[in-house]
Every structure is written in C-alpha cells, then in structure tokens.
C-alpha cells in the first residue's frame, strides 16, 4: 500500500492553504478547470500480452488454462454472454484500481461489483438483461418469468440455476430465523412474493398483485452485492435444512459463535467471506488484516460478460480497497495514489487536488450528487409527547427553517457556490418537480420568531430562551457523525451554524458527533430528537425511506416507519398525513403504468414540499471524483449514487488501463 509522501499540507489546513479566494475560483469554475488531464505525464507504454484487441482473455487465465488448471474459455462462458460496449475504447487487460475507504466491511468495498438478473444501464436509471438474458411479464404485472443465461457459472466453477435463487427464497427469505422481517421491496397488497423454478434455467416471481417496481428494485437491491443471488452449493452446508446438526454444531462451535444462524450469515457475506463463490467481475480474496489493512478483489475466471469482440471481462486484475482516516485518503488523492476515488473527497481539497492533477496523473471530475444535502430530520414519532407535538407543527418546522442564514453557510462553505433548497428529490429523479424545495428557505428572524410563537413558543426564560407548551425549557439535540458523502461540506461545521443561528431566535440547541454504528442504532431506534444526515434525491421509489415511512431507517419518523414495516406488530401507529405516504407508496410500487406511477410519487414529494418534513442547509455543488490519468472508459459526466452502486454506474468490468504494466 502507497503511503502519503512527505511535504503535503494536512488537509485540514487545505482550504486555508488554498485560500477561500481560491476554493471559489475552483468551485466556480467551468468544467475544463476540474477536468485535468495530464496527457503529457510520461509513461512507458503497453507492454506484453496484456495488449491487443484479439487477446480474447486476460494473460494469468489463459496461463492457467495451459497449466490445466482452468477450462478454456469457451467453457467457462454461458452459450449467449452478455456483450458490453466499452464507452470509448476497447482495453488492455491487467493492472489493478486502488481506493480507499473509511469503513471497515468489504460489503461497502463490493458495491461496485453488482451482480443481478438485471442491472441498471451505464450512467443511467434504465434496466437491461444481466445474468437473465429476458424476461415476461404477465397477469397484468403479478407474474414476472426470467430466463438465465444458460451456462453461467459461480467464480468456483459451479453451475448457476434457478436453484440458488429458489434457494434464497425457500431457505432464507422464508426462514424466520434468518429473516425474521420479509422484505417489503418483495410484498405487495400485505403478502410475500414467491420465487419458483420452471426449469434449471427459468424463474418466475409472482406476486398478489401488479408489482410496477419490481425491475427497478432488482436493478438496485437485487443486484446489490449479488444479495439475490446464494450459491445453493456451497451454504447449504451451513443451513441447518441442508445440513446433519452434528457437523453444523461442530463448526459453529469451532468458529467460536452461538449458533447456526450466526454461522450462515458468516458464510453467506460475499464483502467478508473470501470463499463464497460470486457472480460479479471480481471476487474478494483477501480481508482487512493488522498487516494488510486493504480489501482485495481479483478477477472472476467465469465471469459471463464479454466485450463487442468477444473477450471475457473484465479488463482490470485486480481492485484495493484501504481503509484509511479521511484526512489519509484526500492526501492518498492527492498526491495520484488513488486510481478511482470519491468517498470523503470535499469541497476543501478541490484548491489542491486540482493544483496537483497534471504532476500527479489524475483527473478530476465533477459528478452531480444524489444526495447533496445536508439536513435535520425533524423526528415526527420523538418519543417524548411534547416534543412530538413540536415536530409535528408546520409553524414550528417554519419558524426553524426561516431561522437558518443559508447565504452565510454557503459562502463559509461552499465559497457560494452552494444551493438552497429543501429535500425533495434532485433535478435527475424521475419524480423531481421543478421548482420545488423552496419553502421557508429564506433567512428571515422576524417571520421565524412569529411562526415559533405561532407554535405555541412564545414564553421565555430570564436568559430569553423558549419554554416548552408544558413549561419546561425548550432544548432541542442535533445528533450527526462523520459522513462526506457527494462531495458535502463537514456536516459538524454546518451543525454548529444551525446551532447558532437557532439560539439567536431563543431555540437552545445542542449537537453532538458520534460515531457511525451508534448513530444509526439510536436513529432506528427512535431516540433521536434531530438526526442530522443527507437525504437522497435520486431512485428513493426503490428505496422510499427517504420520503415515506416505510421503515426503522426512516430517520423522520422512524417508529411509524417500524410500523409499516413489521405490519403494525411493533412501533407507532401513524397519524393519516403519515399513513396517507405509506399508502400512496403501496400503490405507487403496485402501478405498473410508468405515467401514472410518477403521477402518485409526485403527490408524495408535493407533501414533502408542503411540509419540510425534512429541513435543508445548503447543498454541494457537485460531487469530486478522482480518476487516474491513464484510466479509460470512465464517464466524465453521471451521478454519483449508493442506489446505482457508486462507480458501477459507468460500468468497471469495461474500465481499463492504457498502460496496465504501469498498475
């Protein structure tokens, strides 16, 4: 692993090392600016077999082959290959791509290697055959039949069939112990979806009623780290169906865990356990060790996509991922260390970064964000009755908003460069309605101090702060942790302006830091007054935490969103403007008539627009993306999104290096 070369500034000091003068030349500027290609850096030039349009699979496999210890290529293929057109060029075959992450499960590092049935298309939100080469839909949307590639094979070798995916169906979703919670992306009208094997190569979904989102949903979680798709023949030895009790006993006991269930999810995790056998272009190998503190990935010897001339993908050997602090990976960044890089990159390292793009061999490119915001989710199922009633108040959630001095905070931020905008969806969502998000965005301490008294605030302390409906002072918490997403600012700078400016019109206001794992634990579990976090504004219909309470993850009502989610066994009841958006969505994900279905997602988001559920700062500008020089078929222009699996929206079977010896 490179480490950070000596000399470079800390990067907390790089927005004063560039100045702000200068972060809003860069932020400012046009594209040519940001996009630097340092096409006069020397480099050796291709070498070796790696090279050459006619080589139909990477030189270590065909190696391999030679030694008998691979079938032939023909072999490992399915009879029709998925064939993918690269986005500029044919490639080169070799090198490796070096990231870097703060998080510590490979689960994050695979995202990037989707594997599904179907997939969405490069730097978009389309859906296109993957490991199902077609599909029917019948029973006006209740019945979708999927047909395989025949053929296709798991990265050990083994046969994939509509087995494993029965498999997933009969021995996990449908074990209470495994899945105590049937996912909702599968159930429609209140009943689980079934999965059914036709023949060895055809499947069928069938629901109780039209399922419109279900191509959508398969593009995005389906495919979301193969999490559809379990090879049947190597966890049925861990399943406690599949399995003698004694020698699943003996393992669980020998790897130190409570049961078999603990043992399975083990097994079963593609981003942690080395030997499960994948489908995407590249297979974990190696774990985070004290030594070796990288997750590594290399090529699938089967995987099943080919370019238009016919040779296997992908193009890359080898993807590291390090986990490192933010502080090491935007030094890493800068200093060319990275070959694909945009987690915790922020609008303070864009002085240096684009500075040192030319001299350090890399590009930096400007993508639009799915989720630019950053935002106070206003908890409308606060577990304190008074509170509650606060947050449920449009007068309140007014008064608040109009309390905020966003031009301030984009200038201190963004350099200006920022928006304003509440959330509701981005210009790039389906569902977006032009001109919304504006409510109560303007910085206004009159209108603010008359919608808080409007609220029932209108009693203060002798040090003039506001006194609860009940009496008791007003203190509301701010709970955040570190999360650099889409190129925001430091979400802990933000806070502590919204601190402020909420003291100044009497709200007194606490914010604290925590670390990622506690946050979302006390967020899902309803004891957080304001979660402080980003929200998404692109493909929420296929994950509608975001703007409907559909689960605990709905950070903005999160008990009614339990609710919904365990079919009222658990959580709060909602009041009917909540359960109206719980509703629409039902409906929304049951349409399977495109108009119709944005149609009702819209009346959702007019909701939000209404009633700044969810109240903004100001959002970033773009999100930085760090790409090597030498790194081709990348798309200069997409969004940045978890829902399109990061990087794998433009597609990284099909990137490659110009020079691969060079990496």
């Known amino acids: ?20 003068t200068l972060l809003g030349s860069w932020l400012l500027s046009g594209c040519d600016l940001l996009s630097t290609d340092p096409s006069d850096k020397k480099r050796s030039g291709p070498k070796g077999a790696a090279s050459g349009s006619d080589v139909k699979e990477a030189p270590a496999l065909a190696a391999q082959v030679q030694q008998g210890k691979l079938p032939p290529l023909a072999q490992r293929l399915p009879k029709k290959p998925a064939v993918v057109k690269p986005l500029e060029q044919l490639g080169n075959y070799g090198g490796t791509i070096r990231m870097a992450t703060t998080v510590q499960s490979g689960a994050h590092f695979l995202i990037i290697a989707r594997e599904g049935l179907v997939e969405w298309a490069p730097g978009s939100t389309d859906v296109v055959p993957g490991l ?82 279900l191509l959508r949903q398969m593009a995005f979680r389906g495919a979301f780290q193969g999490s559809l798709l379990t090879p049947k023949h190597y966890l049925s030895q861990f399943h406690v169906d599949h399995a003698p009790k004694a020698e699943l006993d003996k393992e669980v006991k020998a790897a130190g865990l409570k049961s078999w269930v603990d043992l399975f999810a083990a097994k079963a995790s593609a981003g942690d356990n080395p030997d499960r056998p994948a489908m995407g272009p590249w297979k974990l190998t190696h774990q985070i060790t004290a030594s070796d503190p990288r997750f590594v990935a290399e090529r699938n010897p089967y995987y099943w996509k080919v370019d238009t001339r016919g040779r296997q993908l992908p193009y890359v050997d080898t993807i590291t991922q390090a986990k490192l602090s933010p502080e090491t990976i935007a030094l890493q960044a800068i200093g060319g260390d990275l070959d694909i890089q945009f987690e915790t990159l922020n609008v303070r390292d864009l002085p240096v970064l684009a500075d040192s793009a030319k001299k350090n061999g890399f590009r930096l490119l400007r993508w639009a964000s799915d989720a630019p915001w950053i935002a106070m989710y206003m908890n409308q199922s606060d577990k304190d009755p008074v509170l509650r009633g606060l947050m449920q108040s449009l007068d309140f959630r007014a008064g608040l908003s109009h309390a905020l001095n966003r031009e301030e905070m984009n200038k201190i931020l963004y350099a200006g460069a920022g928006g304003t905008r509440q959330p509701c ?57 570190t999360f650099e997403y889409g190129g925001t600012a430091d979400a802990s700078d933000a806070y502590e302006i919204v601190k402020a400016n909420w003291q100044k019109v009497g709200v007194r206001t606490n914010f604290q830091s925590v670390n990622g794992p506690l946050w979302s634990e006390r967020a899902t579990s309803n004891l957080l007054d304001i979660p402080g976090y980003t929200v998404a504004g692109l493909l929420w219909d296929v ?48 349409e399977v008539d495109e108009q119709a279905r944005l149609a009702i997602g819209r009346q959702i988001l007019e909701a939000h627009d209404e009633n700044v559920w969810m109240i903004g700062t100001v959002t970033a500008p773009f999100a930085p993306v760090v790409v090597s020089a030498d790194l081709v078929n990348v798309l200069s222009d997409a969004v940045l999104s978890y829902r399109l699996q990061f990087m794998a929206t433009s597609a990284m079977e099909q990137m490659a290096y110009k020079n691969p010896d060079d990496h």
């Open 543 to 590: 994950d509608p935490v975001w703007y409907v309470p559909t689960s605990r993850a709905s950070y903005w009502a999160p008990a009614y969103g339990e609710w919904y989610e365990t079919g009222g066994k658990s959580g709060m009841e909602p009041p009917p403007q909540y359960r109206r958006l719980q509703q629409l969505y039902d409906r929304m994900a049951s």
């Open 132 to 213: 199902a080469e077609s599909w029917d839909i019948g029973e006006g949307g209740k019945v979708y039949t999927f047909h395989l590639r025949e053929g296709a094979k798991w990265s050990d070798g083994h046969p994939f069939t509509a087995d494993d995916l029965v498999f997933f169906y009969e021995s996990i979703l449908s074990n209470k112990e495994l899945t105590p919670v049937f996912p909702t992306w599968l159930i429609i009208n209140g009943k689980p979806g079934v999965i059914s094997k036709v023949d060895d190569h055809t499947v069928r979904f069938s629901f109780d009623g039209p399922h419109g989102l």
């Open 425 to 481: 969806a981005v210009p790039q969502d389906d569902y977006y309605i032009k001109g919304s998000g504006n409510r109560f965005t303007t910085y206004d301490v009159a209108k603010a101090n008359a919608y808080l008294d409007k609220a029932g605030l209108d009693k203060q302390d002798g040090k003039g702060f506001r006194l609860r409906p009940d009496g008791k002072p007003l203190e509301l918490s701010i709970t955040t942790f």
């Open 1 to 20: 692993m490179t480490t950070a070369r000596a000399g470079r500034p800390e990067r907390r000091s790089l927005l004063k090392w560039g100045g702000g």
